[in-house]
């Protein structure tokens, strides 16, 4: 799954020890795609801490 493997890469960039002081701003983008696929796919079947 993309979205995991992308949320494994963003943790372990911000919480890298290069990054300690270092102000962190996270742009998403296709946010419409998202949006549109949210509904018909529910967060919690890929990740089972989100209820």
Same mark, same amino acid.
């Given at each position: 799954?993309?979205?995991?493997? !992308? #949320? /494994?890469?963003?943790?372990?960039?911000?919480? !890298?020890?290069?990054? #300690?002081? =270092?102000?962190?701003?996270? %742009?998403?983008? *296709?946010?419409? #795609? %998202?949006? =549109? *696929?949210? +509904? *018909? /796919? +529910?967060?919690? *079947?890929? %990740?089972?801490?989100? =209820?």
């Amino acid at each position: 799954n993309r979205m995991a493997e !992308s #949320l /494994v890469l963003f943790e372990s960039v911000i919480n !890298s020890r290069w990054f #300690l002081r =270092t102000s962190i701003i996270l %742009f998403m983008n *296709k946010i419409d #795609l %998202f949006s =549109t *696929k949210l +509904p *018909k /796919v +529910p967060l919690d *079947k890929y %990740f089972a801490d989100y =209820t």
